[in-house]
Structures are given as structure tokens and as C-alpha cells.
T-cell receptor
């Protein structure tokens, strides 16, 4: 069974703290993604990685960075957390190449981050 | 610029009836569309997809209709069940490019 695992389900951090969100997939997928989900805004892409050590900015990269040192692991980093980064963070992965007409993205269960 | 819009934030339906969730898009280059379902405290899971060359795709109780001229798609759930209560996200994408998601519609199926 395919699995995307996010290390922390719930985190509470203080403004200015550095935050690491970890994601591991066991499907040997090339592509990995970080989204945030906010009410009324849906899922917005922060960063994605199409291969090890490769990364590209998504729609809302400001205040975030990422790391992909190994194929199975994709980390999201908040260098200095702010209250407007309170959100649900979702990691996803998929195979590279042409999209087929199936469930393209496999999501983790999400990490609920609260910044005080 | 919202390329994918789900204009109904919520929908309430009686068990056994049809649920119709709507989605509009602006990018005529989208090659495919997907619907995802999300329960609270869980990640979204894939539900059903449709290619832009088709106008209908069916999978059990779920059917997605695509009207390219109107840039509109809809998800029909028949019959609706209480377990269908969730947030439904519509997404569109071009081959080789990233998916664009709508804001989601909360479906409540009342028993």
C-alpha cells in the first residue's frame, strides 16, 4: 500500500522559531510537493521537487524553503515562523512523466501548524 | 488569479439523494481534471478524473461531467451516503505541469 508519511501531525511554535516539516514516501516517486490548505483558499502549492536536490517554487514560496537530499524525503522549512503561517501543511508525491488518468497525487495526512 | 473556482463553499443533501458539486475553470489549456475528497485530519484522496477529450467519466456512484465550451465540470454522487460527507476539491492541470486546486466544497449528507 502506498504511503506518504508526515512526521508531525500537530505542532505549536512561537513566532520567530525555525520549523521543520518532514515528509517521507515509500513509492519511489520522483516528484514531491508541499501544499498548504486554508479555508476558502483550498490547496496552494508552496514548493515542489521533481528529483533529488532539485526544487522549484510554487505559487506561495515566500517565507519557506525546502530540502530534498534523498529521493524519499522532502522537507519544508520555515526559517522564521510567523502567525500567518498557521495552517494545515500537506505533502504529496507522484511518479514523474506523463500524467495518466488516475489519482495523480498521493497525499500525507497533513501537519497542523499553529504559530503563536 | 484563480484558475479553478468552486463557488459553493458548502452543500447539504439528504441521504439517498443526488449531490452535485460544481467547478469552473479559466485555463483552456488544462488537459485533465481530478476530484479529491478530504476528511478532517486526513490528507486528500483521489476520487475520480476526466481527460479533456471526454465529457463524462463514471465510477460507481461517482460521475464527473465536463463541458469544455462552458469551462465547467461537475461531480455527481448518486445516491449520497453519510460517509460522503467531506470536503471535495476540484483540480485541473496540463500534462507535465502542476495541478491547480479549487477552494473546496464542504458536502454534508444528512441521514
Amino acid at each position: 500500500d502506498v504511503k506518504v508519511t508526515q512526521s508531525s501531525r500537530y505542532l505549536v511554535k512561537r513566532t520567530g522559531e525555525k520549523v521543520f516539516l518532514e515528509c517521507v514516501q515509500d513509492m519511489d516517486h520522483e516528484n514531491m510537493f508541499w501544499y498548504r490548505q486554508d479555508p476558502g483558499l483550498g490547496l496552494r502549492l508552496i514548493y515542489f521537487s521533481y528529483d533529488v536536490k532539485m526544487k522549484e517554487k510554487g505559487d506561495i514560496p515566500e517565507g519557506y524553503s525546502v530540502s530534498r537530499e534523498k529521493k524519499e524525503r522532502f522537507s519544508l522549512i520555515l526559517e522564521s515562523a510567523s502567525t500567518n503561517q498557521t495552517s494545515m501543511y500537506l505533502c504529496a508525491s507522484k511518479v514523474a512523466g506523463e500524467v495518466i488518468y488516475t489519482g495523480e497525487l498521493f497525499f500525507g495526512e497533513g501537519s497542523r501548524l499553529t504559530v503563536l | 488569479d484563480q484558475q479553478v473556482k468552486q463557488n459553493s463553499p458548502s452543500l447539504s443533501v439528504q441521504e439517498g439523494r443526488i449531490s452535485i458539486l460544481n467547478c469552473d475553470y479559466t485555463n483552456s489549456m488544462f488537459d485533465y481534471f481530478l476530484w479529491y475528497k478530504k476528511y478532517p485530519a486526513e490528507g486528500p484522496t483521489f476520487l475520480i478524473s476526466i481527460s479533456s477529450i471526454k465529457d463524462k467519466n463514471e465510477d460507481g456512484r461517482f460521475t464527473v461531467f465536463l463541458n469544455k465550451s462552458a469551462k465547467h465540470l461537475s461531480l455527481h454522487i448518486v445516491p449520497s451516503q453519510p460517509g460522503d460527507s467531506a470536503v471535495y476539491f476540484c483540480a485541473g492541470g496540463e500534462y507535465g505541469n502542476k495541478l491547480v486546486f479549487g477552494a473546496g466544497t464542504i458536502l454534508r449528507v444528512k441521514s
